[in-house]
DNA sequence: CGTCTTGTACTACTGTCCTAGTACAAGAGG
DNA sequence: CCTCTTGTACTAGGACAGTAGTACAAGACG
């Protein structure tokens, strides 16, 4: 079953966190078409947060075309986002963990190692951004 | 001269956005002892905001101790956090960017390479925040 | 049909982010 | 002393996130 997590230092809204965290496991092929999602309910009570604020988030969802919701049965998965493929993503998964272990081993705390890769994402994005 | 750069799109609030890059800088040397931070003002200016967001952003910084605001003058680095060695920042730096270079030859978008990096990020705070 | 589960809709309320505008305090420089 | 620049403080309001509670619609199941 698909699990969601919640990071309340990150200044993220949740049902942002939540639609995200969607979106990833599509396109890392975590989630796939006809998985069923968590309910409402089970979401709000896992995470302890109120159920308008999953219900908002699964709308948003459906709204994009990546589930579909059917009252009384539950929230399918149903969109089909470009996903990366399976051996591409075993690769480079692989090496950004070696990536992050040596980075770690360098003595380098969680902090340290966001700061150098969002710095990292960052200038990438811009870069491309301008492009 | 130190640049603050926004992203609508995140979700996080903008004061937060500058007082994370301020840290950033810190950690990773783009910002050090001494250093002069562009006036309220000016960011403000530059990033076509408030300038109360700009100054609540430098007062959690103030507080932080990271920062010392002296009226008429401007504000100033003057803490010191544990910073990443030049050396290691170097390595490292290098090869996380040398596999985004690899990321996006694989042909990934954006999107699925800050996919890939979250999810990767998470698993490693997560096995760490348990232990 | 009745019941259960599920998603959805609605209102009201609280707290926070952000904006807007104004005023004040401190230091530099003429 | 006067002026400029800078950071700070304050009030007021709008927009949004999140909570709380209730009610409704659709499908599954007995």
Redesign the interface.
């Known amino acids: 079953m698909f699990a969601f ?1 919640l990071d309340a230092r ?4 949740t049902y ?1 966190q939540l639609v995200e965290q969607v ?2 496991g599509l ?2 092929g975590y989630l796939s078409d006809g998985d069923r999602l968590p309910t409402v309910r089970e979401v709000a009570a896992a995470l302890v947060v109120n159920p308008n604020t999953v219900a908002k988030a699964y709308r948003e969802l459906e709204h994009a075309g990546l589930v579909d919701a059917r009252g009384g049965q539950g929230t399918y998965v149903v969109g089909s986002i ?1 996903r ?1 493929p399976a051996a ?2 075993a690769r ?2 692989r ?3 070696g ?2 272990a ?3 081993a ?21 870069r ?1 951004g301008a492009a």
């Open positions: 997590r990150s200044g993220v809204p942002l979106r990833r396109l890392l470009d990366v591409t993503y480079l998964s090496d950004l963990r990536w992050l040596a980075a770690r360098a003595g380098l705390d969680h902090e340290q190692v966001r700061a150098l890769v969002t710095a990292a994402l960052d200038d990438d994005t811009a491309a």
